[in-house]
């Protein structure tokens, strides 16, 4: 049977020919679309990479006082070059941990908004992040440098859920001490405030302890406990008790030890 000329299965190995030849065009035009985003995108070495894999979000604020902190900005600018490129040549089929990582690298360079769009990915793609004290720690930085605050209290409280012993737990009490005493829930800052204080095994990125101690006798001063907070003005450094208005001029102070 012929139609128009042409038999029937002479056109279908012509269809079939085009399509392969259609098919192989696309596989060309991927592969040199794989091709120009590695060319646009550095690889990291082996070496690099095991360099970034003790690199997270517990470093934000104490990357930067190492002695080789510009090295560490350059290897975290490479690595976000990257893992962009990766994900661009992924086209949607990315690990939600690249996402993760993505967050961390962002976050150490203070770059908050593509931290958050990073983080935000890995929340929508990981079912159980929830688990990851990492991430939780890095999107509460996060949410704490755009003063949003209730996002910022939820996710440091849930770090403090899944891991009471958290390398930056003492940062995290600090942080919420001062979130709770802007929004006014007094009774909470004193009390996270206080759990800072007494933690001796982590450092903090503020490092002051008598940084800790005013806001803890300014907590005090704000609930009209006077005795206690002029106690513990007294014993902090930075001259804070000049700011202090003893407020029973009647009443002896308690004398400066």
């Given at each position: ?120 990915r890995y929340f929508s793609l ?132």
């Amino acid at each position: 049977m012929k139609s128009c000329g042409v038999s029937l299965p002479a056109a279908a190995s012509a269809a079939t020919r085009s399509i392969g030849v259609a098919g192989n065009d696309d596989e060309k035009m991927a592969s040199a679309k794989a091709t120009e985003i590695e060319k646009d995108f550095p690889k990291l070495t082996a070496q690099e990479k095991d360099c970034l894999a003790g690199i997270d979000s517990t470093l934000f604020g104490f990357h930067g006082l190492q002695e080789d902190g510009a090295r560490t900005k350059a290897l975290l600018l490479k690595a976000v070059s990257c893992f962009e490129g990766h994900i661009l040549k992924a086209e949607g089929k990315v690990d939600p941990g690249v996402f993760c990582q993505l967050g961390h690298f962002n976050l150490l360079l203070e770059d908050y908004q593509k931290a958050l769009s990073a983080y935000q990915r890995y929340f929508s793609l990981q079912s159980d992040y929830w688990k990851n004290a990492a991430f939780l720690y890095g999107l509460g930085m996060v949410y704490f440098h755009y003063n949003a605050f209730q996002w910022a209290i939820k996710a440091f409280q849930e770090v403090l859920y899944i891991d009471p012993s958290f390398s930056r737990a003492k940062e995290i009490h600090l942080r919420l001490g001062l979130m709770f005493k802007v929004i006014t829930d007094y009774e909470s800052s004193l009390k996270v405030c206080m759990m800072a204080g007494f933690d001796k095994g982590n450092t903090i990125t503020v490092n002051h302890h008598h940084c800790i101690q005013f806001h803890i006798a300014h907590l005090y001063e704000i609930q009209v406990s006077w005795w206690f907070a002029y106690n513990i003005y007294i014993r902090t450094e930075n001259n804070y008790i000049s700011n202090f208005i003893w407020p029973y001029p009647s009443v002896q102070r308690i004398p400066e030890c």
